[in-house]
C-alpha cells in the first residue's frame, strides 16, 4: 500500500499523518507474513490425509455433538471443540475433503501470525520487534508438523488464546467491559479446542503485570492502570476461575485412562528446551554425539547460557518485561508436556511446541529493538547502530535457517504424499472385493543427519497401527481390508535421499508367497532418487481356474496367455504357470529397434515386480504381472516390445514356441510396437 504524501496532510494534526503511516506500516508486514506462510507451507494444500487422520476424523463423523461435549470414551483427551470444527469443515466440504482441512490449518497459522504481530505491536509500540517476532513465528522449525498435518489441534486453539490476549489488552486498556468479556469467551473456547489453554491464565497475568501499566498510562494521559481498568479488576480473577473450572471438568469426564501420569523425565525437559534456543540446538545438533543423558544436559547447559545471556542483554536495555513473557509464554503451555509426557512420545511431537512459539519468538526478536543509544562524539556509527544490524544479521540468520529446515521437511513430505494419493486413487478404481496386499508402503520418514540433538525430526505418513484400507475410505473411496509386509530387498532404499521405517513384518518367501496368493491386488511402494514415493500396483495371483491353451510357452515353466501395453508404459502380462521354475529363471521384457538391435528400455525380472520368483509356482497358477517401462527415453521410430523368459545364472533363454508348437526367432515374442516422436 502506498504512503500518503506529507503535504496531503497539510493543515491536518500531525498526529493523524502519524497514524496513517503506522496503518499501512502494519498492513504491508501482515501481508508479508500471510505471504511467507503460503510460500513455507502453500504446497501443503495438496497433501491428503495421512498419520492418524482417519481415526481422529473418524470420531468426527460417527459422533454427535452431544456425545463430543458429554464424554471422550476411547480417548486420552477432552477436546469437543476441535472435533465439532472438524465436522462443520465436513459438513462446508460437502464430505471430508483435505484439500478443505489443509486450507483451514495454513490458514488459522497466517492468521496466528498476524494476530502475533499485532499483540507484539501493541504490547511494545515497536514495530520492528513485532515484525521479527511475527517472522520467526511463521518460520518456526517445530510447527511444521502442525501445521501440515490435520489432526493437530494446536493450530486453532492458538488463533483463539492470541484473539483473547488482544481482546483482554484492549478492555484492560480502553476500560471497555465488551472487549475484556471477548476475551473471556474466546478464552472457554479455547479451553475447549485444547487443554493448553488451561495453562494460560499464566499469560494473561504476565501481561497485566509487565505491560498494562505502561500502556495504561499511555491511553490515559498518564492517570495509571488503576484509574483505567478499577472499575474492570474482576476479569484477571474471572480468566483463572474459568481455567480452573475447566481443568475441573476435564478431569471428570469419562476417557482412557493414562492421560495424566506424572513423570517429569529429564530428556523431555531438554527436548521442550531445544523449542525455546533452537537456532543453537539447530547449530550444535550435527555435531553432538553421546547418550541420551549427555545430550539432555548439553542442551539444558547451553539453555542456561543463553537465557542469562539474554538476561543480561534485556536488562542493560531495559526490557526484562519482554524476556519474562517471552519465557512465560514458551514454559506455561510447555510445563503440563514436561510433567505428564514420555520422551518416547514427545521425540516425535514437535507440535507440542505450537502454542509456545510465540513465546519463544519474542525472546529472539525483541533483540531488534534494544534501546542501546550510545555514539562517538565524532559522528560515527556507535554501539546503538551496530547492535541493531547484528540484531537484524542474527534475525535473518535464524529465519534462513529455519525456513530452510521447513522447506527440508516440505520436500519430504510431498515425496511422501504422492505414495498416499497413488493408493487412494489406486484402489479407488479398482476396488477389489478381497484383501488388499501392500509392500514396502511407508511408515515413516525422516532426515538421514541428525538436526536437532534430542528427537526425531520426521514425517509420520501412514503408521502401521492405522489400516491402509482407512485412508482409503476417508478419502471417499470403498472400504477395503488391507495387509501391509516388509520386502525391504526390493525397497532399494538406499539411493532414497531419506530414512524409511515400512510398514509391516518380513516375511519369509514361503509366507509371502501365501500372502499374495489370498491377496485380490498387490501394490508395491518404489522409493525414488528424486525423493518422490510411487505406490504401484504389481498384479495379483490366483488359483484354482482351469488354465487355458498360452500364446507362448517358455519351456516347461510358463505360459503366456496375453499382454496390453498402455500409453503410459505400464504393461499387464497375463501368465499360467505349468510347472515351478528353477531359482535362476525370470522375465525379460525388451523395447528394441529391431530384430538383433540391444533393447533401448527394459523391465527384466521376476513377475509381480519382483515379488514372485516363478520358483514358486504351481501349476495352474494364474499370474497378473504388471511392469512399467519408461517409453519416455525410447527414440524416434518404430520399437518393438518383446517378452521371454531367462537364466539369470547362464544367460540362456528358454525355448519359446507358439500355441502351434513352432519355435520363435531369439526366444521372444512381440507383443507390442511402440512408435517414438519424430
Not at 556509527?381 to 547492535?387: D, E, F, R, S, T
Not at 521371454?644 to 519359446?656: E, H, Q, S
Amino acid at each position: 500500500m502506498k504512503l500518503v504524501p506529507l503535504r496531503k496532510w497539510q493543515g491536518r494534526p500531525l498526529q493523524d499523518y502519524l497514524s496513517h503511516r503506522c496503518v499501512t506500516l502494519d498492513l504491508a508486514v501482515q501481508t508479508a507474513l500471510v505471504l511467507l506462510a503460503v510460500v513455507l507451507y502453500g504446497a501443503s494444500l495438496k497433501y491428503p490425509f495421512f498419520w492418524d487422520d482417519p481415526v481422529e476424523l473418524g470420531r468426527a463423523q460417527t459422533r454427535t455433538v452431544v456425545e463430543l461435549l458429554t464424554n471422550s470414551r476411547e480417548y486420552l483427551y477432552y477436546r469437543p471443540l476441535t472435533f465439532i470444527i472438524w465436522k462443520a469443515l465436513g459438513a462446508v466440504g460437502g464430505g471430508f475433503d483435505p484439500s478443505v482441512f489443509h486450507l483451514a490449518q495454513v490458514g488459522a497459522h497466517a492468521v496466528n501470525a498476524v494476530l502475533t504481530y499485532a499483540l507484539v505491536r501493541r504490547l511494545t509500540r515497536h514495530p520492528a520487534v513485532a515484525a521479527a517476532t511475527g517472522c520467526l513465528f511463521v518460520v518456526y522449525p517445530f510447527s511444521y508438523q502442525a501445521v501440515t498435518w490435520i489432526a493437530v489441534a494446536q493450530v486453532p486453539t492458538l488463533s483463539l488464546l492470541l484473539g483473547a490476549l488482544i481482546a483482554y489488552v484492549r478492555g484492560r486498556t480502553q476500560e471497555n467491559a465488551a472487549w475484556s468479556w471477548a476475551s473471556l469467551m474466546l478464552l472457554g473456547l479455547a479451553l475447549f479446542a485444547h487443554e493448553s489453554a488451561a495453562a494460560f491464565w499464566i499469560i494473561f497475568l504476565a501481561v497485566d503485570g509487565l505491560f498494562l501499566e505502561s500502556l495504561a498510562s499511555s491511553v490515559s494521559g498518564g492517570r495509571g492502570l488503576k484509574a483505567v481498568v478499577g472499575g474492570l479488576w474482576p476479569f484477571p480473577a474471572l480468566h483463572v476461575l474459568v481455567s480452573v473450572a475447566f481443568i475441573i471438568l476435564w478431569m471428570g469426564i469419562p476417557k482412557n485412562a493414562g492421560s495424566v501420569t506424572l513423570r517429569c523425565q529429564p530428556a523431555v525437559a531438554a527436548y521442550l528446551l531445544q523449542g525455546l534456543i533452537w537456532p543453537a540446538a539447530g547449530a550444535i545438533g550435527p555435531r553432538l554425539t553421546g547418550s541420551l543423558p549427555y545430550r539432555s544436559m548439553v542442551v539444558i547447559g547451553s539453555t542456561v547460557v543463553f537465557l542469562s545471556t539474554f538476561g543480561l542483554l534485556y536488562r542493560r536495555g531495559q526490557r526484562l518485561g519482554l524476556l519474562g513473557l517471552g519465557f512465560l509464554w514458551f514454559v506455561a503451555p510447555a510445563l503440563p508436556v514436561w510433567v505428564t509426557r514420555d520422551i518416547s512420545y514427545v521425540r516425535i511431537a514437535p507440535r507440542l511446541l505450537y502454542v509456545s512459539a510465540p513465546g519463544a519468538a519474542l525472546i529472539w526478536g525483541g533483540l531488534v529493538g534494544m534501546p542501546i543509544h550510545q555514539s562517538s562524539s565524532t559522528g560515527a556509527p556507535g554501539k546503538g547502530l551496530v547492535w541493531k544490524l547484528g540484531a537484524a544479521v542474527l534475525t535473518v540468520a535464524v529465519v534462513w535457517q529455519s525456513a530452510a529446515f521447513v522447506a527440508d521437511r516440505s520436500r519430504m513430505s510431498a515425496g511422501a504424499m504422492a505414495g498416499i494419493w497413488d493408493i487412494v486413487h489406486g484402489v479407488q478404481e479398482a476396488p477389489s472385493g478381497g484383501e488388499t496386499l501392500f509392500i514396502n508402503a511407508p511408515d515413516r520418514m525422516s532426515s538421514r543427519r541428525i538436526e536437532y540433538p534430542i528427537g526425531d525430526s520426521l514425517v509420520m505418513v501412514m503408521p502401521i497401527a492405522v489400516e491402509i484400507g482407512e485412508y482409503v475410505a476417508l478419502h471417499g473411496g470403498e472400504r477395503v481390508e488391507t495387509r501391509s509386509l516388509s520386502v525391504p530387498h526390493l525397497a532399494d532404499l538406499e539411493r532414497y535421499p531419506y530414512q524409511v521405517n515400512v510398514r509391516g513384518v518380513i516375511p519369509d518367501p514361503q509366507n509371502l508367497a501365501d500372502a499374495i496368493r489370498r491377496a485380490s491386488v498387490v501394490y508395491l511402494a518404489e522409493y525414488r532418487s528424486d525423493g518422490n514415493v510411487r505406490v504401484v500396483q504389481a498384479g495379483a495371483v490366483s488359483t484354482g481356474e482351469d488354465p487355458e491353451a498360452g500364446w507362448v510357452s517358455f519351456g516347461d515353466v510358463m505360459e503366456l496367455r496375453d499382454a496390453s501395453l498402455s500409453p503410459s508404459g505400464s504393461i499387464v502380462l497375463d501368465w499360467t504357470c505349468v510347472n515351478p521354475g528353477s531359482p535362476q529363471d525370470t522375465v525379460f521384457v525388451h523395447v528394441s529397434p529391431g530384430p538383433d538391435q540391444p533393447p533401448v528400455v527394459q523391465a527384466d525380472g521376476d513377475p509381480l515386480r519382483g515379488l514372485w520368483p516363478v520358483q514358486m509356482c504351481r501349476p495352474g497358477d494364474r499370474l497378473r504381472d504388471i511392469r512399467t517401462l519408461d517409453l519416455e527415453t525410447v527414440g524416434e521410430g518404430r520399437h518393438q516390445v518383446l517378452v521371454g523368459m531367462y537364466n539369470r545364472g547362464t544367460g540362456v533363454r528358454l525355448t519359446a514356441r507358439d500355441a502351434a508348437g513352432t519355435r520363435l526367432p531369439d526366444d521372444s515374442v512381440v507383443v507390442g510396437t511402440w512408435t517414438g516422436d519424430r
